[in-house]
């Protein structure tokens, strides 16, 4: 059975200003360190303006699959065939729209939209979209687990003092104390049902291929644009290390609920690249070139496709 999502709202009014609030600080602190570290950025900028351009033709090349590899995966979280022109189309507006609202909302808000056009009703569509979550969140730790041993060393674990060790290992308790008690009444009709269309979708290998090689090929994908990036301004770094920083990076940062993760997904990206010996200065050139093929460059094309999706009814 699918819960009604109209029931029970997962954010209300107060967790929507908190995060609007939190993604305001964050911003804040973002243009702070971006004030701060401009002598760097710049020294980037110019380094990435006479990068190689067959190398970034490579990136681009890469960020316009993962469109395609989205569209694949959400495709195969629903066992209803979707348009694939409309669904390509949806999930580049649902990137765009990403970028504008905190913590993935404006994609969901999207994506939800769209398969209701196409007919799902409103607690299969936001069930579809969680199925494809959570193959994505275990895809990544796949890839991490196969690439971390291929790296040794690359992601150290830094010495934790045992009382903060103990600290934080109690509040992780309470909190699931908390959450068991308040939470898990609500959330067990819904997790119930994302399990129950895990186990039909595997029922049909078409599907269960769609959505797992549609997630595979978007982390693979979004790897290759850094590693294509990094080739381009010059950067000493294997693919697999470089695949292995961006698949931290991006998952520590989608922790923070930024609007397509602005200012934290590039603090972890220039991070880790730093921390594995990259200069600071080819670390800010590798950051834009991934950001503006990703995100800056496709955002206004995807706002307009968005309009005309809903000028089309077709959202």
């Known amino acids: 059975m699918v819960p009604n999502v109209n029931a029970t709202p997962v954010t209300g009014r107060r967790g929507v200003y908190w995060q609007t609030g939190l993604c305001l600080v964050l911003l804040a602190g973002a243009g702070w360190l971006l004030s701060r570290h401009w002598p760097t950025v710049r020294h980037g900028v110019l380094r990435l303006a006479v990068a190689d351009q067959g190398w970034l033709l490579v990136a681009a090349l890469a960020a316009l699959g993962t469109w395609v590899s ?12 979707l348009p694939g022109g409309r669904l ?47 193959a994505g969140a275990v895809v990544r730790l796949v890839l991490i687990a196969a690439l971390a041993p291929v790296c040794p060393g690359l992601l150290r674990i830094p010495h934790v003092p045992a009382a903060v ?18 939470l898990w009444a609500r959330c067990r009709g819904a997790v119930t049902a994302v399990a129950a269309d895990i186990r039909d979708l595997h029922t049909r290998p078409v599907r269960a291929a769609a959505l797992w090689g549609g997630s595979a090929a978007f982390a693979a994908l979004h790897s290759l ?29 989608a922790l923070l609920p930024t609007p397509g993760g602005l200012g934290s997904l590039d603090a972890a ?47």
């Open 88 to 134: 390509v189309a949806a999930q580049f507006a649902a990137s765009a729209a990403n970028h504008l609202l905190p913590a993935g909302l404006g994609a969901g808000a999207v994506n939800l939209r769209f398969l209701m056009r196409c007919g799902l009703p409103a607690g299969r569509g936001a069930s579809a979209l969680a199925v494809k979550a959570a």
């Open 70 to 81: 989205s569209a694949l995966a959400q495709q195969g979280a629903v066992a209803r065939r």
């Open 225 to 253: 644009v850094l590693i294509a990036v990094t080739r381009a301004v010059g950067l000493p770094l294997s693919p697999a290390r470089v695949a292995l920083l961006y698949l931290a990076a991006s998952g520590a940062a």
């Open 269 to 315: 990206l220039a991070l880790a690249l730093t921390a594995s010996g990259t200069p600071a200065a080819a670390a800010a050139s590798a950051v834009l070139g991934y950001r503006l093929l990703t995100m800056w460059l496709p955002l206004l094309p995807g706002l307009v496709v968005l309009g005309l999706l809903v000028r089309r009814r077709a959202l």
């Open 165 to 182: 060790l103990l600290a934080v290992t109690a509040a992780a308790v309470l909190l699931a104390v908390l959450v068991r008690a308040r």
